[in-house]
């Protein structure tokens, strides 16, 4: 597979995420680590299914234990700091802590072998930054020292989801079909924490368990699959400045949807994301240009 196609693939994650807050609505009031558990159920159970279908199940006995808990922590333990961030400080702002990630992939990216960091990937991370921060904080009340605990936790997580991500760069010869073990593994430590710490309260009518479903399918399933693909194949620092288009798909989703109304500052995160993907994607055609010259050289 090409480095373009790769990041084609990779960016399929992004869109898929973009409906992560429309389902999340739609599944409500399933507690969060019960939804985490039943979407991951999903999830990996489809993996390993695609995995047995495709003669590839073999591959799995051969992946090191040592990956299979690095991808389980990354998993898991993103999804477990998100909840808990969101339930000690005020969604927006800890949201916003969280939405780092992007920006720090493009910045642990530059430490790669093989990888260049532009300016360019800086300045379209920046803005990117700045793009779903127009979105995220819009409603929000501003930082307060009482809500620390969980502004660290949302950091925490920033810093878990980039450095899965970089990371996995390093173990590429890992296959895609090990996301699958990473996912039955996430539920599995799910169900126990939801039976230990939540009510159990399960999806609503047809809309709930659809939307349920759906998630598993999705932005929690495919997306971690497609995703693995991107960042081990793929232009890591342009799916780090692209990924910021992900709350503004979202933000547009629930406005087509009905549940979020149309605003300028939805305008204007959409131009700041733009503009970032456009000098971000030049800076990583700058570096192609620049490699493919210095290849055919070397011939």
């Known amino acids: 597979m090409t480095r373009s196609k790769a990041t084609a693939v990779g960016f399929v994650a992004v869109l898929l995420w973009a409906l992560l807050a429309l389902l999340t609505v739609g599944s409500a009031p399933t507690p969060p680590l019960l939804l985490n558990a039943i979407?991951?159920?999903v999830g990996g159970t489809l993996g390993l299914i695609w995995t047995a279908a495709s003669g590839k199940l073999?591959?799995?006995r051969n992946v090191s234990w040592k990956i299979y808990v690095f991808g389980t922590v990354g998993l898991f333990g993103y999804h477990a700091l998100y909840f808990s961030a969101l339930r000690l400080a005020p969604a927006a702002e800890a949201g916003l802590i969280a939405y780092l990630w992007p920006l720090l992939i493009v910045l642990m990216s530059g430490l790669l072998p093989g990888e260049t960091l532009r300016r360019g990937h800086l300045v379209g991370a920046g803005l990117g930054f700045a793009g779903a921060a127009t979105i995220i904080?819009?409603?929000?009340?501003?930082?307060?020292?009482?809500?620390?605990?969980?502004y660290g936790l949302a950091l925490l997580c920033a810093l878990t989801w980039s450095g899965y991500s970089v990371v996995s760069r390093l173990v590429g010869s890992a296959p895609t079909s090990s996301v699958a073990v990473f996912c039955v593994a996430t539920a599995i430590a799910s169900w126990g924490l939801h039976f230990a710490?939540?009510?159990?309260?399960w999806p609503v009518g047809a809309l709930g368990w659809t939307s349920t479903l759906?998630?598993?399918l999705g932005p929690v399933g495919l997306a971690f699959y497609v995703w693995?693909?991107?960042v081990k194949q793929g232009d890591i620092q342009m799916l780090g400045t692209s990924s910021y288009s992900a709350p503004l798909l979202s933000t547009l989703v629930l406005v087509l949807a009905g549940i979020a109304a149309p605003s300028w500052g939805l305008a204007l995160a959409a131009a700041l994301i733009t503009a970032g993907a456009v000098i971000a994607a030049r800076s990583s055609a700058a570096?192609?240009?620049?490699d493919a010259s210095n290849t055919s050289g070397k011939g």
């Open 39 to 41: 979407c991951f159920s």
């Open 58 to 60: 073999g591959q799995l």
């Open 137 to 150: 904080a819009g409603g929000g009340t501003g930082f307060q020292v009482q809500y620390l605990p969980g």
């Open 197 to 201: 710490l939540e009510d159990t309260v």
């Open 214 to 216: 759906l998630l598993g």
């Open 228 to 230: 693995d693909i991107g």
């Open 287 to 290: 570096t192609s240009r620049r």
